[in-house]
């Protein structure tokens, strides 16, 4: 008997347990999306929160009229596949209208052992097929598919901590020292920075859920679309 009352027990601690996480989660998203709707208001910024449903990740989309950035944060996933599960990383991209890379494309990161990069344009090339192109393009965006295999490593401007894989060098057209302050106060060492025909993308790759986050990206991303701008507009006078 006593072992019955014991297993018992067991599964009214568990069921408990199991409830109050959700109980919790529940709580926090629920201050999180309030959060978000203050942060909106208070920037002026236009909001959007996507539910998740058919299998897609729920998202959340922020856009500044002003100045046509916008940020949009990709939840994790948890697909379930037989016995198992899978869980898809979530992202952070902020997307800027300027500056963009006629015909081509380039990749900003933190600094890449030399050995590295040569290897990932190396491998990059060895991807380079339809294949490869559309699960890469699902992942990076459709621009990074397209230039699968062009991309190779590109001289990095003296005293800049970045490794650069591009099209061709960008180092006429695209100042640099804007973008390594970016990817230093993203604080990711995975972050990156595309500049390609459709405009300039600051990426992430996890989901920053906190409201306070998500401002401290997009002021990073203001901040580096003013800043290339102006050194855009300042290269075009120098050139007059």
């Known amino acids: 008997m006593s072992s019955e009352i014991f297993a018992i027990l067991g599964v009214v601690v568990l069921v408990g347990g ?14 999180r999306r ?89 491998m990059l090339g060895v991807f380079d097929n339809s294949v490869a192109r559309f699960f890469i393009g699902r992942m990076l965006g459709e621009e990074f598919g397209d230039h699968l295999g062009q991309l190779t490593e590109q001289p990095v401007p003296a005293g800049l901590p970045l490794s650069i894989l591009a099209t061709v060098d960008p180092g006429p057209f695209i100042d640099a020292a804007p973008i390594a302050r970016a990817l230093a106060a993203s604080g990711d060492e995975k972050a990156m920075v595309m500049v390609g025909t459709q405009g300039t993308r600051l990426r992430l790759g996890r989901a920053m859920n906190e409201a306070a986050d998500i401002e401290r990206l997009f002021d990073t991303a203001l901040t580096l679309q003013s800043e290339l701008g102006a050194a855009a507009l300042s290269s075009h006078r120098l050139s007059n």
């Open 18 to 31: 199991a409830a109050a996480l959700i109980i919790s989660a529940h709580r926090t998203e629920k201050r």
């Open 34 to 122: 309030a959060e978000y709707v203050a942060l909106a208001e208070r920037r002026g910024w236009a909001h959007e929160f996507q539910p998740s449903r058919g299998g897609q990740p729920s998202a959340v989309h922020f856009t500044d009229p002003a100045s046509g950035a916008s940020l949009v944060v990709t939840r994790k996933i948890t697909r379930k596949s037989g016995s198992g599960s899978t869980t898809k990383g979530g992202s952070t991209v902020a997307s800027l209208r300027e500056p963009r890379l006629q015909g081509g494309l380039a990749v900003y990161t933190p600094p890449l052992d030399p050995k590295l990069a040569q290897a990932a344009s190396s």
